[in-house]
């Protein structure tokens, strides 16, 4: 099961995992796109591509819900 984490890891922003415009590498370490694109979408713990997360549905929500730990450290 795919990980949801809630905030891009480099600038701390809410990443819903109902909503669009998060990004992962094969890691699962997360990003807002404005924060992909300054990366050129790879990924700065890995060097791995960073490609767009698919979105869960809230319904889905309920029975595998999205990770609560924010990994972004200022």
Do not use: W
């Not at 990003?31 to 319904?59: I, V």
């Amino acid at each position: 099961m795919l990980e949801m984490r809630p905030d891009c890891e480099r600038c701390g922003t809410d990443l819903p995992a109902h909503a669009h415009g998060a990004f992962i590498c094969s890691y699962e370490c997360t990003y807002c796109a404005e924060c992909a694109d300054a990366l050129d979408d790879r990924c700065p713990n890995c060097g791995g591509d960073l490609a767009d997360r698919p979105t869960r549905s809230k319904a889905r929500q309920i029975a595998d819900p999205a990770s609560t730990v924010r990994r972004h450290k200022p």
